[in-house]
């Protein structure tokens, strides 16, 4: 079975991915052009309800209807077009490579995109495993029991993902992969488990990826549609500027109600990147099946946590956790005594998730105050990063398509999508060159008094410390650790 890139004639010195980039990068400027000529994608949301002192007007999430109607169609168009030769579309990669560049400012280099070896390899997969998924891992218990010598063992299990419907000429999803400290061991799917070094490895290793990237796409949008825009709205609508809460959690919603007002349209619209790129027949569907076993968990109740990017987390958790606290006690913040506070908790228990209203005011919670503050400046820089930026600079459509395209070749080519990978890899290129804060920014100008300023400012003085550390040490590293605090942005604007 051959896994290399078909070369497209015409074009030597680009592969197959970069070319399919190549059209995508017509349809987004073509796209940018019709929606706004100044701001790239869908910065157009015109109903400015607040003035914030530091970020300046803050528009309310209402996209205009009208302007829906008329981009939408525009952003799938690549879905109908033929993929070569139509005049106005790009002829090389070259070309609209610059092009993108002037609409959204720097891009990765192209070699960038090209596909490499590495990626489709069982220690990469292992590596993406004890990273970016390892927040997800269970412990497991192999079949007949484990040997008394044998090294603990652990699933990723997303088998329930073959319950979504998927769209005419793709693969339902699912999958199960089981490892252990250093080896991908088996992948399960659809009740058929295969090892490496089967003849179909490399189709089902593609296939569990596929589902993975699919799932958190979704978990990804989940957490935007429910905690960020929640989040957002909570404490604009309940709480004062001159609420010391409201300025400990201003960093972390920037751009939010921007970002949420692209999303309605471009991610979680009928037809927009959950379904088209991950194959569903229903995005909206998609991500109410993810939202539904979706819960809510604190960085210390991770069942597994011997990983290191699990231990970088936490590192982080331990000092935001020590801010808020220290936060909470210092303004005496309750909302048995401040009734702000307490619209704002039911407000978030009640639209996003039971848990955040807190032990105080609902039976359904186990959460403090300083719970619930930590977990969603948590789940706005950390999280967000965490699940989001899973792509990590993996550009090759082989390892990270969301989608399996149906087909009884044994090529890997055959059910890899390249177009609908190259468009979320764009989506995901466009929107981090925005601007946005990160961790290590100082945001003790916004506090209320000089006692608050003390607690955050000594927040963003350990971030500037762990990141100089990490950033040395993943210098001599293969695969380095991701949760450096100066990539991570404080809000989900990303
Ligand atoms: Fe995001």
Known sequence: ???????????????????????????????????????PLTEDVQFRVAKDPMFGELPLVKPPLRLALKALPL??????????????????????????????????????????????????????????????????????????????????????????????????HGGRVVIDDTRVLCITLHGRMYRPGDPAWELVKYRFRAC?????????????????AKLFIATYRFLPH??????????????????????????????????????????????DFVAKRTGLRLPPEYPVQWTE?????????????????????????????????????????????????????????????????????????VLHFSIGHTLNGTTDPRYISASVVRSDSPDLWSIVSTRDECLIRMAVYATINRHTYRLTDDFSDLCVDNRGKAIVRAFSEAMRARTAEMERDNEGRAYPRLLVPGAIGSSAAQ
């Not at 078909?6 to 400027?29: H, I, K, N, Q, Y």
């Not at 109908?80 to 002829?91: H, L, M, S």
């Not at 809460?245 to 927009?272: E, F, I, K, M, S």
């Not at 048995?336 to 807190?358: K, N, V």
């Open 1 to 39: 079975m051959t896994v290399s890139p078909t070369r497209v004639e015409g074009a030597p010195r680009w592969s197959r991915s970069s070319m399919a980039l190549c059209e995508v990068f017509t349809d987004l400027v073509r796209f940018s052009r019709e929606v706004d000529r100044k701001n």
């Open 75 to 172: 952003a799938l168009r690549w879905r109908f077009t033929p993929t070569k030769g139509e005049p106005g579309r790009y002829t090389s990669f070259d070309e609209a490579h610059d092009d993108a560049v002037r609409y959204f400012g720097s891009l990765p280099d192209p070699e960038h995109y090209d596909v490499r070896e590495e990626h489709l390899g069982d220690a990469w997969l292992h590596y993406m495993l004890v990273s970016k998924f390892s927040l997800w891992l269970e412990p497991h218990t192999p079949e007949g029991g484990a040997a008394a010598d044998a090294k603990p063992q652990y699933v990723l299990d997303l088998e329930f993902m073959r319950e979504l419907d998927a769209a005419p000429g793709y693969e339902r």
């Open 212 to 228: 993975s990237f699919a799932w958190v796409t979704l978990l990804h949008t989940v957490l935007h549609v429910r905690e960020a």
């Open 242 to 287: 001159t609420h010391p809460l409201h300025a400990l959690l201003l960093p972390y919603l920037y751009g939010t109600h921007r970002n949420v007002a692209r999303l309605q349209r471009t991610v979680t619209g009928a037809r927009g990147v959950t379904a088209a790129v991950a194959g569903f027949v229903s995005g909206p569907a998609a991500i």
């Open 309 to 381: 990017h699990y231990r970088d987390l936490r590192a982080i958790w331990d000092a935001l956790y020590a801010q808020v606290d220290a936060y909470v006690r210092l303004y005496n913040l309750d909302p048995a005594t401040d009734p702000q506070i307490e619209r704002w908790l039911r407000y978030l228990g009640a639209h996003a998730h039971p848990r955040l209203a807190t032990r105080a005011l609902s039976p359904d919670s186990d959460l403090s105050l300083t719970d619930v503050v930590a977990y969603l400046m948590f789940a706005m820089s």
